[in-house]
């Protein structure tokens, strides 16, 4: 029930910014644990950020000062805004979200404790 569509993916170059979007139905993003991950071509996924009901987040060292997670209430949408990008921040972009383990290892931000993904949003950031 619970569908996640990602969007404001786009090509840029070193230095620049871009906003994600990740548009949530069947559920509330209030009452979800949701995260951020991204795979680049011949590399394993990786858990970029996650965010808790509580508010409380994980970031990766590799975004830590660079990104930022949050949510909107009122219009039910996760978002990361990517500041600063590099081009090894290339790579496509998937919204998760997720209850029980998703929430109570928060801090490992492992994909396979999620259980509801977005289709991907491409993001290439050339130097």
């Known amino acids: 029930q619970v569908q996640l569509v990602e969007s404001g993916g786009g090509s840029v170059q070193a230095g620049g910014s871009l906003k994600l979007s990740c548009a949530t139905s069947?559920?509330?993003?209030?009452?979800?644990?949701m995260g951020w991950f991204r795979q680049a071509p011949g590399k394993d996924r990786e858990g970029v950020v996650s965010?808790?009901?509580?508010?409380?987040?994980s970031y990766a060292d590799s975004v830590k000062g660079r990104f930022t997670i949050s949510k909107d209430n009122v219009k039910n949408t996760l978002y990361l805004q990517m500041n600063s990008l590099k081009p090894e921040d290339t790579g496509m972009y998937y919204c998760?979200?997720?209850?029980?383990?998703?929430?109570?290892?928060?801090?490992?931000?492992?994909?396979?404790?999620?259980?509801?993904w977005g289709q991907g949003t491409q993001v290439t950031v050339s130097s």
């Open positions: 998760a979200a997720g209850t029980g383990s998703a929430c109570w290892y928060l801090y490992r931000r492992f994909s396979g404790d999620f259980t509801y």
């Open positions: 965010i808790h009901t509580s508010g409380s987040t």
């Open positions: 069947g559920d509330t993003v209030r009452s979800l644990c």
